[in-house]
């Protein structure tokens, strides 16, 4: 029986971005992508689950709310 190693995917939105480097863990993954995406500064970060070949994260921002 073979096994397939999954490509990770980072979705923020309806964006993928793909995986900087495969020795990070998730958590990492978010941190790389705070200075190109300023939203997820106070994000987290989910597993969304298995999408064919892939294994998809998502990634939120932090969602801020008004007060009044």
């Known amino acids: ?3 397939a190693k999954l490509m990770r995917v980072f ?7 793909p ?3 495969a020795e990070l863990n998730p ?3 978010l941190d790389h992508y ?3 995406y300023p939203t997820l500064r106070y ?4 597993e969304a689950g298995v999408e064919g070949d892939q ?3 998502k990634l939120e ?3 801020y709310k008004a007060n009044g």
């Open 11 to 17: 979705r923020m939105g309806a964006t993928d971005l």
């Open 43 to 46: 994000g987290k970060v989910e």
């Open 34 to 36: 705070k200075d190109q």
């Open 27 to 29: 958590e990492q993954v």
């Open 55 to 57: 294994l998809v994260y």
């Open 19 to 21: 995986d900087p480097d």
């Open 61 to 63: 921002s932090n969602s």
């Open 1 to 3: 029986m073979a096994t």
